[in-house]
């Protein structure tokens, strides 16, 4: 893969008060070397570029990229780029010797587009995945050989100021930055950058200089400056590159901007003092913190007593199955009880089970008994902060509503969730129902300091109640304009509509408790304004009664069509140019969002993958997070069945039956497979039988069935099916997890084998921490280590010793197919054998997950 580029980065201002002389920018490239990328050969990769354009902290990128096929015969060629989590799609094309189309369109609708063209034979694929603060837009195109193509992704987003900077990102790309902001910037720092395998200082390959108004930096590697080792044909561009800026601020209300009848108002104080805070640390110890979780949990809370002022007030509360305090009342934080403090968290240890209701209530209950007693300041802030790695023992909307009714409308609740197996989406609403935030902690060496980052972002508020007002005759369509406080580095946005271009008219008022330029692209106020509008619109569609819920998504799908944003109520569908074989691919990319990022990484035929069962050996586990795999075989007798998955919270529960061949072969031996498939819904009432003949419902004493020789779609109250012609069905379970079972068809008259069933599972950090069964065990993760790397009984099969629920097992590195991209002959993934029907990684023995009838629910 050959670069052929230059790096460039400008940014400017145009402001007439002005002199240049006090413009802030940090500028820190951390460019990361990293192992060759396989790629087709004879592909040579011209560019990969990232014009971003930032008119007053509201970011339009265009990234483009442009590849060559070298070869005398077709090849697909691979897109594949990371963009901010906080943006949305706007538009996508490919061009080779046609332009693609791309167009925004409703979920449903792009379904419906994207199915059609699976039922019709045609390849597909759905782009989504998502990382801590990106997400990957991934496509390919086969072209002709000897041709060119070129991708074009374009998003916009609005920065977020945190920690009183401003940050633009990009990663893996060639980049020319604009920033133009009439407020100004408001000192130079730039650091060392890697490429590749070398490390070179800034000044060898960018410069640096000052004109008034303007800062420009150029990034501009030679080719031998990108190679991955010295005497490499090969370059290589890896990594991120970070822009981290902040603007003058007047000491007044605040930037008020306005073009072409719309208006942004960006309100961030320079100078106040902070407002003292009163935290109660409500901390999960229950027994799924053991280990690394409890010991950095412990580590950051260290680090954040010491960071407390003495104005503060604290108290922590760790919970368990009991609920404990370290002292009854809040205290002040002293130099002496903070260490004590300190002294304290180093006792805490993991045990019992999740009790978080009465952790938060207790929390919540010191706080108001404190008020009550006048033991803190008249005009002080309450938070509680609350961090958890799982599910409440009792049901969410029993903690939400105990939480909600027990806060008040003066507290405000933070929400940490720690790991892949917390309920994200549940501790985000709370948060949020009760004047807060959530934020996940990713499971890695560096979750201290991603719970301190998250700290020290609410650590110092500066205003509460905030309330924004602007003349009732002057504006329309506000975004939210009252915010329950502002945190010093933070800043508050909100845009509207001008129904008075009078601007002797526009007067802003703010009310909190105390505690002529020319712009690059026009109508960014109006996108800016439909960007938080549609933001604060997704977010009042998960609160409130089911009117305020519809009717908050309704215009969030209305806005999100209307101006082009990928939404996770739109997906946007791209045709591709038409193939030598005449097809026109269409792809389908939708919006994730951070709850329901868990452990999935696959991408294929409109589904995201996990843990699956398929061909021989029957079980693989997929860790996308540790980039692995762990398989096991089952061997049993034709006829016996399996529990496979079992949720006693939302009632699903799958069972599979295995079938043999058609007889021994002539060396002794019979594959077994999986032949047929019963999910049971019971809360929803549904039932659903697989086999490789047909698929039977049952609901209501009615049944309806469907052949695997048609292509069809069914939509339900309860359950969506869709069946691709001699390929595959997608279960769709109501609010919750799907499953695909795809068909291997063999041929008719082979002498031995047959056809039989793969499962694979869609979403399943939707089930309950309880889910178990011999695939459900593995949907929320599993810890090991494997070490002792040596040679096996065949040379291209090493052994190693895994250390796995206390216990050491011998393993073998090997490979399964996945069939969920190629149906007919899968693709090589390189997984951990575990022998012994899977002895050792499976709870019990295997004979424990034998049920007698594919639809029994003991």
Same mark, same amino acid.
């Given at each position: 893969?050959?670069?052929?580029?230059?790096?460039?980065?400008?940014?400017?201002?145009?402001?007439?008060?002005?002199?240049?002389?006090? @413009?802030?920018?940090?500028?820190?490239?951390?460019?990361?070397?990293?192992?060759?990328?396989?790629?087709?050969?004879?592909?040579?990769?011209?560019?990969?570029?990232?014009?971003?354009?930032?008119?007053?902290?509201?970011?339009?990128?265009?990234?483009?990229?442009?590849?060559?096929? !070298?070869?005398?015969?077709?090849?697909?060629?691979?897109?594949?780029?990371?963009?901010?989590?906080?943006?949305?799609?706007?538009?996508?094309?490919?061009?080779?010797?046609?332009?693609?189309?791309?167009?925004?369109?409703?979920?449903?609708?792009?379904?419906?587009?994207?199915?059609?063209?699976?039922?019709?034979?045609?390849?597909?694929?759905?782009?989504?995945?998502?990382?801590?603060?990106?997400?990957?837009?991934?496509?390919?195109?086969?072209?002709?050989?000897?041709?060119?193509?070129?991708?074009?992704?374009?998003?916009?987003?609005?920065?977020?100021?945190?920690?009183?900077? /401003?940050?633009? @990102?990009?990663?893996?790309?060639?980049?020319?930055?604009?920033?133009?902001?009439?407020?100004?910037?408001?000192?130079?720092?730039?650091?060392?950058?890697?490429?590749?395998?070398? /490390?070179?200082?800034?000044?060898?390959?960018?410069?640096?200089?000052?004109?008034?108004?303007?800062?420009?930096?150029?990034?501009?590697?030679?080719?031998?400056?990108?190679?991955?080792?010295?005497?490499?044909?090969?370059?290589?561009?890896?990594?991120?590159?970070?822009?981290?800026?902040?603007?003058?601020?007047?000491?007044?209300?605040?930037?008020?901007?306005?073009?072409?009848?719309?208006?942004?108002?960006?309100?961030?104080?320079?100078?106040?003092?902070?407002?003292?805070?009163?935290?109660?640390?409500?901390?999960?110890?229950?027994?799924?913190?053991?280990?690394?979780?409890?010991?950095?949990?412990?580590?950051?809370?260290?680090?954040?007593? !010491?960071?407390?002022?003495?104005?503060?007030?604290?108290?922590?509360?760790?919970?368990?199955?009991?609920?404990?305090?370290?002292?009854?009342?809040?205290?002040?934080?002293?130099?002496?009880?903070?260490?004590?403090?300190?002294?304290?968290?180093?006792?805490?240890?993991?045990?019992?089970?999740?009790?978080?209701?009465?952790?938060?209530?207790?929390?919540?209950?010191?706080?108001?008994?404190?008020?009550?007693?006048?033991?803190?300041?008249?005009?002080?802030?309450?938070?509680?902060?609350?961090?958890?790695?799982?599910?409440?023992?009792?049901?969410?909307?029993?903690?939400?509503?105990?939480?909600?009714?027990?806060?008040?409308?003066?507290?405000?609740?933070?929400?940490?969730?720690?790991?892949?197996?917390?309920?994200?989406?549940?501790?985000?609403?709370?948060?949020?129902?009760?004047?807060?935030?959530?934020?996940?902690?990713?499971?890695?060496?560096?979750?201290?300091?991603?719970?301190?980052?998250?700290?020290?972002?609410?650590?110092?508020?500066?205003?509460?109640?905030?309330?924004?007002?602007?003349?009732?005759?002057?504006?329309?369509?506000?975004?939210?304009?009252?915010?329950?406080?502002?945190?010093?580095?933070?800043?508050?946005?909100?845009?509207?509509?001008?129904?008075?271009?009078?601007?002797?008219?526009?007067?802003?008022?703010?009310?909190?408790?105390?505690?002529?330029?020319?712009?690059?692209?026009?109508?960014?106020?109006?996108?800016?304004?439909?960007?938080?509008?549609?933001?604060?619109?997704?977010?009042?569609?998960?609160?409130?009664?089911?009117?305020?819920?519809?009717?908050?998504?309704?215009?969030?799908?209305?806005?999100?069509?209307?101006?082009?944003?990928?939404?996770?109520?739109?997906?946007?569908?791209?045709?591709?140019?038409?193939?030598?074989?005449?097809?026109?691919?269409?792809?389908?990319?939708?919006?994730?969002?951070?709850?329901?990022?868990?452990?999935?990484?696959?991408?294929?035929?409109? *589904?995201?993958?996990?843990?699956? *069962?398929?061909?021989?050996?029957?079980?693989?586990?997929?860790?996308?997070?540790?980039?692995?795999?762990?398989?096991?075989?089952?061997?049993?007798?034709?006829?016996?069945?399996?529990?496979?998955?079992?949720?006693?919270?939302?009632?699903?529960?799958?069972?599979?039956?295995?079938?043999?061949?058609?007889?021994?072969?002539?060396?002794?031996?019979?594959?077994?497979?999986?032949?047929?498939?019963?999910?049971?819904?019971?809360?929803?009432?549904?039932?659903?039988?697989?086999?490789?003949?047909?698929?039977?419902?049952?609901?209501?004493?009615?049944?309806?069935?469907?052949?695997?020789?048609?292509?069809?779609?069914? !939509?339900?109250?309860?359950?969506?099916?869709?069946?691709?012609?001699?390929?595959?069905?997608?279960?769709?379970?109501?609010?919750?997890?799907?499953?695909?079972?795809?068909?291997?068809?063999?041929?008719?008259?082979?002498?031995?084998?047959?056809?039989?069933?793969?499962?694979?599972?869609?979403?399943?950090?939707? @089930?309950?921490?309880?889910?178990?069964?011999? @695939?459900?065990?593995?949907?929320?993760?599993?810890?090991?280590?494997?070490?002792?790397?040596?040679?096996?009984?065949?040379?291209?099969?090493?052994?190693?010793?895994?250390?796995?629920?206390?216990?050491?097992?011998?393993?073998?590195?090997?490979?399964?197919?996945?069939?969920?991209?190629?149906?007919?002959?899968?693709?090589?993934?390189?997984?951990?054998?575990?022998?012994?029907?899977?002895?050792?990684?499976?709870?019990?023995?295997?004979?424990?997950?034998?049920?007698?009838?594919?639809?029994?629910?003991?």
């Amino acid at each position: 893969m050959t670069y052929r580029i230059t790096y460039r980065i400008i940014l400017y201002v145009i402001d007439p008060q002005a002199d240049g002389s006090d @413009l802030f920018l940090i500028c820190f490239m951390a460019f990361l070397p990293c192992s060759d990328v396989l790629s087709p050969p004879q592909v040579e990769v011209h560019s990969v570029i990232v014009d971003c354009t930032v008119t007053s902290r509201f970011a339009h990128t265009v990234m483009t990229s442009k590849a060559l096929n !070298k070869a005398n015969v077709s090849q697909e060629i691979f897109f594949e780029v990371e963009m901010p989590k906080t943006a949305f799609i706007t538009n996508f094309s490919m061009s080779v010797s046609l332009l693609s189309a791309a167009s925004i369109k409703e979920k449903e609708k792009a379904k419906k587009q994207y199915e059609k063209a699976v039922s019709s034979g045609q390849t597909a694929g759905l782009v989504k995945a998502s990382g801590r603060k990106m997400e990957k837009f991934s496509v390919s195109v086969n072209i002709a050989a000897e041709s060119n193509v070129t991708f074009i992704l374009t998003y916009e987003e609005l920065l977020q100021r945190k920690l009183g900077l /401003y940050e633009i @990102l990009t990663r893996k790309t060639v980049s020319d930055k604009k920033v133009n902001d009439p407020a100004g910037f408001s000192s130079v720092f730039h650091t060392s950058v890697s490429l590749g395998s070398l /490390y070179i200082e800034s000044h060898a390959i960018y410069s640096f200089f000052f004109i008034p108004f303007q800062a420009h930096i150029s990034f501009s590697p030679t080719i031998d400056q990108q190679r991955k080792c010295p005497g490499c044909d090969g370059t290589l561009i890896d990594g991120d590159f970070i822009v981290k800026y902040d603007v003058n601020r007047e000491k007044n209300l605040g930037d008020i901007q306005i073009v072409n009848g719309y208006f942004v108002h960006f309100f961030a104080p320079p100078v106040l003092p902070r407002v003292p805070k009163n935290v109660v640390f409500v901390i999960d110890r229950s027994g799924s913190m053991t280990g690394m979780k409890m010991q950095q949990t412990q580590e950051a809370m260290l680090a954040i007593l !010491k960071d407390l002022d003495e104005e503060d007030h604290f108290a922590l509360v760790p919970f368990d199955t009991v609920t404990e305090v370290w002292k009854e009342s809040l205290t002040k934080a002293t130099k002496q009880n903070v260490s004590d403090a300190m002294n304290y968290i180093k006792t805490i240890d993991a045990r019992g089970s999740t009790r978080m209701t009465s952790g938060v209530t207790k929390g919540i209950d010191m706080l108001k008994k404190a008020r009550q007693e006048n033991r803190l300041p008249e005009r002080s802030t309450d938070m509680i902060i609350l961090l958890t790695d799982g599910m409440p023992d009792h049901g969410l909307s029993y903690v939400r509503s105990n939480v909600a009714s027990a806060m008040g409308e003066k507290m405000s609740l933070y929400c940490l969730g720690f790991g892949n197996n917390v309920d994200y989406n549940f501790l985000d609403v709370m948060s949020k129902e009760n004047r807060g935030m959530a934020r996940r902690i990713y499971e890695a060496s560096d979750a201290t300091l991603q719970l301190q980052g998250f700290y020290e972002e609410v650590a110092s508020p500066l205003l509460l109640d905030v309330d924004l007002r602007y003349p009732d005759n002057a504006v329309d369509f506000l975004t939210t304009n009252n915010f329950a406080q502002l945190f010093n580095g933070s800043e508050i946005v909100v845009a509207g509509r001008l129904t008075d271009n009078n601007l002797d008219n526009f007067l802003v008022e703010v009310l909190a408790m105390y505690p002529d330029d020319e712009y690059i692209f026009g109508d960014f106020t109006e996108r800016l304004w439909a960007y938080l509008t549609i933001q604060q619109l997704l977010e009042k569609s998960k609160t409130g009664d089911s009117n305020m819920k519809a009717n908050a998504t309704a215009k969030a799908l209305e806005m999100s069509l209307k101006y082009s944003f990928v939404t996770p109520l739109t997906s946007m569908v791209v045709t591709k140019p038409e193939t030598e074989d005449g097809n026109a691919d269409p792809v389908i990319a939708d919006k994730l969002t951070e709850g329901n990022s868990g452990m999935i990484s696959q991408l294929s035929s409109g *589904v995201l993958l996990s843990s699956t *069962v398929d061909g021989d050996p029957h079980f693989m586990i997929e860790l996308p997070d540790r980039h692995d795999a762990l398989c096991f075989n089952i061997n049993d007798k034709p006829g016996t069945i399996f529990n496979l998955v079992s949720d006693p919270e939302s009632g699903i529960v799958v069972h599979g039956q295995i079938i043999g061949d058609k007889k021994i072969s002539p060396d002794g031996t019979m594959n077994t497979y999986f032949g047929s498939f019963g999910i049971i819904h019971q809360t929803l009432g549904v039932r659903l039988e697989v086999n490789t003949q047909e698929i039977s419902v049952f609901q209501d004493n009615k049944q309806v069935k469907l052949l695997w020789s048609d292509t069809a779609a069914v !939509k339900g109250l309860n359950m969506d099916l869709l069946v691709t012609k001699d390929r595959s069905l997608t279960v769709t379970l109501k609010d919750s997890v799907k499953f695909v079972i795809l068909l291997h068809k063999v041929w008719a008259k082979h002498p031995y084998h047959r056809d039989y069933l793969g499962f694979y599972t869609v979403d399943s950090h939707l @089930l309950s921490p309880s889910v178990h069964g011999l @695939l459900g065990q593995f949907y929320h993760g599993i810890e090991y280590e494997v070490t002792g790397l040596r040679p096996g009984e065949h040379p291209d099969k090493p052994d190693a010793t895994m250390y796995v629920k206390g216990r050491e097992l011998n393993v073998t590195r090997g490979w399964q197919r996945d069939f969920s991209r190629d149906v007919k002959n899968g693709e090589r993934v390189s997984c951990w054998f575990i022998h012994s029907n899977g002895t050792g990684l499976i709870d019990g023995d295997a004979s424990d997950y034998i049920v007698s009838s594919l639809f029994t629910t003991d």
